[in-house]
Every structure is written in C-alpha cells, then in structure tokens.
C-alpha cells in the first residue's frame, strides 16, 4: 500500500487524512465481481461503508448495485450513476419523507423490516397511484459469531420480522394492494470471518423458503445481505478478501431455483483494506507506568477503536522508513528495539485511544503514523465533536 513515493508525498501534507490507494480498490473490486458472475449472484454495494465521492463512482463502475439506508444514500447513488433497477432500500426506520422520495425514484426494492412498516409503504404507494416493490427482512435468529455490537441477527435484536411474525406479513400483503412481493432478505451481521455461519443461514433461508411457497407467495429474489469480514491484523498478507470461497457457501448450501435470483450487499469486504488514516505525532509523553503518542488524529476521524474495541494495524511509516535507510543507527544486534505505546487521538475523552500497549520503534513529533483498513466505516463516521475539521482525503491516482 506504501512505498517510497508515498512516503515522499505525505511528507508534505497536512494531516490528519484517508490515503486511498485506488489500484487496490479496482483489484478488490474486480475479485468481487469475477467471483459473484461465477454463479450469476448480483451484489449491492452497502452505501454505508463508504460513500467518499470517488469510491462510489468507482464501485458504481463496476457495475454493482447499490444497498442504500436512508433518503440520504438512494439520492447520493442515483445521482452517482446507479441505475434505478439496482437500488435497494433498506432500514429499520425509514421516515415517510424517504419512502415518499424512493418512490418518486422508483427504485428496485423496499427492504421490508416490519408490518407496519408494510402498510405505509403500501399507504404512500397508494396515495401516488404507484405499485412498491418489496423484499421482507427476516430475523432469522443465526448467530454472526461476531462482536456483539454488531450482531444483527438474533432474536433480541431490533432489526427484521421474526418468524412468529411471518402470519401476519402473509396477512398484510394479501391486503396491501399496492405492493408486489419480491422476496426474502437477510443480514445476520458484519465482520463475519467463519464461513459456516453463512452455511447455517443458508440452511434456515431454505426452510423459510419453503414456508412462503406453501402460501403461495412466490420467491424471486433471495437477499441474503453483506457481513463478510477483512483481515484487520494482517492487511498486507490478506489485502483482499476470499470472495471465491464467500460466494462459494451460498452456490453450495442455498437452494436456488432457476427463476430466482440471489442478491448480496457487500460493504466492508468491497472497501475496507483500501484505505488508511494517515496522521502525525504531535507529542510523545513518557510516563512512568505509560508511554503516550499523541495523534492529530483521533475518535473524531476514526471511531471504531473506541465504539467496539475494534483492532486496527498501526504503524510508524517515518521510522520504518528510517530504519529501512539506516538513517538511523542499528544498535549491534541488528534488532530495533520496540516501545509500548498508547496510541491516543487529542480529543478530551479518555476513550479516544486507539490501541494501548502498541509495540512500535521508537518514535518522535512529527512521526507518520498509519492506522490501517480504515476504508470501511472510518471516514463516513467522522463527526465534527470538539468543532475540529472535517478530516481530508488523498487518492493514490
Ligand atoms: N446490509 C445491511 C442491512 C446492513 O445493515 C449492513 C451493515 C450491510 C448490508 C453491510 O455490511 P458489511 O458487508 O459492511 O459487513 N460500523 C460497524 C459496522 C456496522 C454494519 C452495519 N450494517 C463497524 O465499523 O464495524
């Protein structure tokens, strides 16, 4: 990802900002879509991860649809080029003004979350004389084996219909005039790294199936979401995800009829390893029992170390680069030395770290430091706390 020239080029911005090499974007992307079009599987891009303006045009042309959650994500993707046919919203608690402005857009499909939910949509199709598209979320009760943050899935979580609510949806649709049913979706959670959770929704996704046929509602569209995790602790050995065997477990396992087609909506595996927050040291302060690097970056750039305890890979570009270039003496056994640091941003928060006990080389004030596989959910939810500006963004193209 980092190489002499970028080092070179870094040197003289401002930081804090996310470094995106775009090369790696286009292969990850291109993995993706070789090893979807295998079994002819349609993926979504999930808005949410990333929507930084040259991502999505990236993505988009690629030929992805897109996975959208608010009025907010249909327009930006329509306006970025995804064809209507392609978008998909979805959201617990879509507002009447969204589900009026995705209507005006005619867009693909409605992922349904409950009964109510139902009957507006079916109520403002109605009230402009339009027919709405829409898929059911099922909670399929499947644990992600994921950090619990970010378990969707389960039953004690709030997103999707549960299956003694399945009567009921049945109910409603016999009665929503203005609605055409299209499907079944799924998304059990994120950052999921074992492939036999996905073998047990494929396994609870075909029972449901059948329950929905027996009432004859037909199937068309089986969604069965995003989730697919990345390497957070090694970036440079695994940069772009097992798509092959991901797409592999639903070809295997789900049972698909000629008719049907089956949707994905990836966000992290598709954006993730392609970028990284790129900051400086501002002050190292040795304590007795603690050695802090303070960062101009922190959890105003980058939350998910201080949201879900997530990892990410830091490292010291100025002083790798030094050592590299023996600009700085070796000591005799040729072994640096590591130091243990709390990596800590400057908010006034005492959670803003972003890893404690970093073993790092030794490093000074204005020292590059690079928090990598920030891609997914890093940019997108900056916020503005401490009124500290907006965070920036360098592309490698
Ligand atoms: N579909 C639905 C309905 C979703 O809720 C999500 C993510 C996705 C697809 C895409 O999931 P992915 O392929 O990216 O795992 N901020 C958290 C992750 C939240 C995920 C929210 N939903 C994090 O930083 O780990």
């Not at 804090?16 to 292969?27: H, I, K, R, T, W």
């Not at 909506?265 to 304590?287: D, F, I, T």
Request: glycine share 8%.
């Amino acid at each position: 990802m980092f190489n002499t020239n970028t080092l070179t080029r870094f040197q003289g911005l401002e930081t804090p900002f996310y470094y995106y090499d775009m090369a790696l974007l286009g292969q990850t992307l291109q993995a993706c879509a070789d090893a979807s079009a295998k079994y002819n599987f349609h993926v979504h891009y999930a808005m949410k991860a990333n929507f930084n303006t040259k991502v999505i045009d990236k993505i988009q042309s690629y030929g992805f649809g897109a996975d959208c959650v608010s009025g907010g994500e249909v327009k930006a993707a329509i306006e970025h080029g995804f064809s209507k046919d392609k978008v998909v919203f979805a959201g617990v608690g879509k507002s009447d003004k969204e589900i009026n402005e995705a209507l005006d857009k005619d867009i693909f499909c409605f992922n349904v979350e409950s009964v109510q939910e139902l009957q507006i949509i079916n109520d403002l199709a109605k009230a402009k004389g339009k027919t709405a598209s829409v898929a059911i979320r099922i909670n399929p009760n499947v644990d992600a084996h994921t950090h619990h943050f970010i378990t969707t899935g389960l039953e004690e979580n709030k997103f999707g219909v549960n299956t003694w609510e399945l009567p009921a949806v049945a109910e409603a649709l016999a009665k929503c005039t203005n609605l055409r049913f299209l499907g079944i979706h799924f998304h059990i959670g994120s950052q999921i790294t074992d492939m036999g959770v996905y073998k047990n929704l494929c396994v609870r996704v075909n029972e449901l199936q059948q329950w929905f046929e027996e009432r004859n509602l037909p199937i068309k569209v089986l969604n069965l979401g995003g989730g697919l995790g990345v390497d957070y602790m090694n970036p440079d050995e695994n940069p772009i995800c097992d798509f092959e065997a991901y797409f592999k477990v639903f070809n295997d396992f789900l049972n698909v009829k000629p008719d049907q087609e089956v949707h994905f909506e990836l966000g992290r595996a598709l954006v993730a390893q392609s970028a990284a927050l790129v900051s400086r040291v501002l002050y190292v302060k040795n304590g007795i029992k603690k050695n802090f690097l303070i960062l101009d970056a922190g959890m105003t750039e980058l939350i998910r170390p201080m949201l879900y305890q997530a990892y990410h890979q830091i490292e010291n570009l100025s002083q790798e680069s030094r050592i590299k270039n023996q600009e700085v003496l070796s000591p005799e056994s040729g072994i640096w030395p590591l130091i243990k640091y709390d990596v800590v941003g400057p908010i006034c928060e005492s959670t803003d770290c972003f890893r404690k006990d970093v073993d790092l080389p030794e490093s000074f004030r204005g020292d590059l430091i690079v928090v990598r596989t920030a891609g997914a959910y890093g940019e997108v939810m900056a916020s503005g706390y401490n009124l500290r500006d907006r965070v920036q963004s360098v592309y490698s193209e």
